[in-house]
């Protein structure tokens, strides 16, 4: 069983006991954090998902989806996806990606312009292509 509630998701382990569900649940997992990383790495792909959902505000989009993968971060079936450097990876641009948001950014982050022309969110792009490339080379 999946929850999804204001943008989050919230598993409950006893669902899925058999293995072959796991493995569906991590492969699923994994991807969707694949799809979000090439979003917020790229311009032209953040543009495009602007596009097709026009009354979205994109930063505030992106970091709900972001937050949605690092609410389980500590969950043992989610460890259990990614190698020593790809967690590192990802917890590092984590922390970056979270100072950003916290940083009151507001008027950025509710302008699709704006945000993808900011010299901190460039930098952002920059560490979600670093993790992209190293989750996707194993």
Do not use: C
């Not at 919230?10 to 979003?39: G, P, T």
């Amino acid at each position: 069983m999946i929850l999804i509630f204001k943008s989050k998701l919230i598993f409950h382990m006893k669902d899925y006991q058999r293995e072959d569900d796991m493995k569906k649940l991590q492969l699923n997992f994994k991807n969707n954090l694949i799809s979000v990383l090439e979003y917020i790495a790229s311009s032209e792909k953040s543009q495009f998902y602007q596009s097709q959902i026009p009354f979205m505000i994109l930063g505030e989009e992106l970091y709900e989806q972001w937050h949605s993968i690092s609410y389980v971060r500590d969950k043992e079936w989610f460890q259990s996806i990614f190698n020593e450097s790809e967690k590192r990876a990802i917890w590092d641009f984590d922390k970056i990606f979270n100072e950003f948001y916290q940083l009151g950014n507001d008027n950025v982050i509710r302008d699709t312009n704006m945000l993808l022309m900011n010299k901190d969110w460039k930098i952002i792009q920059s560490k979600a292509q670093d993790v992209l490339r190293v989750v996707l080379q194993s």
